[in-house]
Every structure is written in C-alpha cells, then in structure tokens.
C-alpha cells in the first residue's frame, strides 16, 4: 500500500464536497503554505489545492496562515527605511493608463515613503505597473536590499513579487494552464515586505473587500483600506461614487466617497501611451479623467494616513499638493 502524501490532508479538508468539506484555520493554511513555498507538493496537488480554493473563495483565516507562511521566507534587510505606506499592483490596466503611478510620485514627493509591490505577464493585453515604470525610465528594485535603498533615495520603489517571493511569481503563472486567477493573486497582495503600517489594497469584485479587510486584521494590520479600483489596481474611478472600507488598530469602519468628474468623462484609451504621463506630469498635456483619477487616488490615501479628516478634505489637500507640484521632476533619480 502507498504511502500518502503529507499535502493530501489539506486537499482533503478543502476537497470532501458541500457537507463533509471546511475551509482551512489559520494553522492548517499556514502548514500547508509552507509547503507550498518549499515546493514540497505534487504539481497535481497544487493545482487541484488553488482550484477548489478558486471555485469556494478563500477566507479570511486561510489568508492569514498563507501571507503568515510566506513572510516567513524572507526579511527586511538590516537598516531599512520605515515605509509609510505598502502598496499592492497586481492587475494590470486595459482601459486606462496606470494614473495611480503619477498618485504615487506625487505623495512620494511630498515625503511619504511607499513600497510598490506586484506582479506582471500573467494576463495578456494588459498595462502592468512594471512596465509602465521601465518606459518612464523608473529602475525595478532587483532585491529587497535595492527596494530600501531606491526608497532611501526617492521615498520610492517598485519591488516585483519574482525578485523577493520568486514561488509565489511562479504560481501566478500557471494562470494560462489552470484557466482562471490563482488564490495566491488575493494573498500576495497582503504580503506588505516592509511592514509598513499602512496598506492600501483594491478589488475588482466588491465580495472581496471584507476579504482582505478581515485578513488584515487576522495580520495585525495597524492601517488599511480597500476599494473597488480602476480594472482592479488601487486606482480612483474618479466618475463613480466609491464605498472606501477601513481598518484602523483594529477597528472597522467605512465611508463613501462622492465621484469627482461626471459619467461622460470616462473614456476607454485604446493606446495606452505611457509617454502621456510625464506630459500630463508637467503641464504639457492635460486629462480631466486622468487628473481626477490622480488627486483621487492621492487623496485615498492622505485619509488613509490621517491627514485629513474627511475625503472632501483629503481631496482638497491632494488637490494642493497636484497644483503646486515639482513639474521638473517625476521622481528623484535613485
């Protein structure tokens, strides 16, 4: 008789249909990540393991035990910088250019410091931050060690999952095999490398908000808010009122935020011209999609951070801070 396979249990506890199955706790899910992440499983049983967690959607608990699992595999590098906010890009844009790049130059800017982490390639026809940034001549962090010291010198760094959770990149690139989004696409997200105390995290299906909430807080997340953004990244959809959720030292709250720009200036850019960018950035050209979309998402995250007390207020601020910006500079050479 065969022996079975360590990993069959978490199959089976996830696998035995409507009545007999139970999604994973949090130390089940833990367990069973770090096997995943020592590549100690069957390629069949990982797949099969994503899928059923795919067709039932995760829980909180197996999120926590799966980000718990994988912040385990790596660290902060001795002398990192305190980073203000960590901030997740896992989608891509079709429909509009990645406007919460220029969100981010400019809080960067204005002193915040911010990790910028995520992935690329799994979908086709899409924008990824990743991209986008090597066309504006923004260098992609090779390590944790290089995302410190980028963000030392610009308050700044775009670190891709594949450079500090390479298991994890590899997973998300089974999506043309497995024919759908991976798990880990939710999980990754929350990986937060820096501890930063504030996270910002977006959703393309609104289910899914409580989700990430409910796991920061499993986390120990000191800050975060997540919303419903633009294609899925953490991207204002400055045409649409926006119900923004929150979790502040471990208290939940919420608020909507009233649209910025009417319906009929949404529009969908076929071109997706990156070198738009810096001329919307200094003056050359203007958007009032993109600009809204840039203030606003700015703005997300001065409330985020406490300062501004209200989003008319953080809209205001951000507002300011898009107005009187340093239009010679889109980000300090690293």
């Known amino acids: 008789m065969s022996t079975e ?10 696998g035995r249909g409507p009545n007999l199955s139970r999604p994973l706790d949090e130390e089940e899910m833990y367990e069973a990540a770090q096997m995943i992440a020592r590549g100690d499983v069957e390629p069949l049983q990982l797949g099969a393991f994503l899928c ?7 829980v909180p608990g197996e999120g926590a035990g799966f980000v718990r699992a994988m912040r385990d595999s790596y660290k902060a590098p001795e002398g990192a910088p305190t980073v203000d906010l960590d901030w997740a890009t896992y989608s891509g844009k079709k429909r ?3 406007w919460y790049l220029l969100s981010a130059f400019l809080l960067a800017q204005n002193g915040i410091t911010i990790c910028m982490q995520g992935t690329e390639g799994h979908t086709d026809d899409r924008l990824f931050s990743s991209d986008a940034l ?5 260098k992609l962090a090779g390590s944790m060690e290089e995302a410190a010291e980028q963000i030392k010198a610009t308050n700044f760094a775009y670190l891709p999952l594949r450079n500090f959770m ?4 590899e997973i998300i690139e089974l999506k043309p095999i497995l024919g759908v989004r991976s798990p880990v696409n939710t999980f990754a997200r929350m990986l937060n490398p820096f501890n930063a105390a504030h996270e910002l995290q977006t959703v393309f299906h609104p289910n899914y908000r409580d989700v990430h909430r409910d796991t920061a807080q499993l986390l120990g997340q000191k800050h975060m808010a997540v919303f419903k953004g633009e294609g899925g990244e ?14 502040h030292d471990g208290q939940k709250s919420e608020e909507m935020w009233p649209a910025l720009v009417s319906e009929d200036a949404f529009y969908k850019d076929d071109n997706l011209d990156v070198a738009r960018l810096p001329k919307i950035w200094n003056g050359e050209a203007s958007d009032e999609y993109g600009e809204a979309a840039i203030i606003g998402t700015a703005a997300y995250v001065l409330r985020l951070m406490g ?21 010679a500079e889109l980000i300090k050479a690293a």
Do not use: C, D
């Open 5 to 14: 396979h360590p990993f069959a249990q978490f199959i089976r506890i996830i």
């Open 234 to 247: 953490a991207e204002r959809r400055p045409h649409k009122p926006v119900m923004v959720q929150y979790l």
């Open 52 to 58: 059923i967690l795919r067709v039932r959607t995760e």
């Open 96 to 98: 509009q250019l990645p």
């Open 134 to 138: 090597s066309q504006l001549g923004v």
């Open 166 to 169: 390479p298991r994890l990149q």
């Open 307 to 327: 300062r501004a007390n209200s989003p008319e207020e953080a809209i205001e601020q951000a507002t300011k801070m898009w107005n009187t910006r340093n239009r």
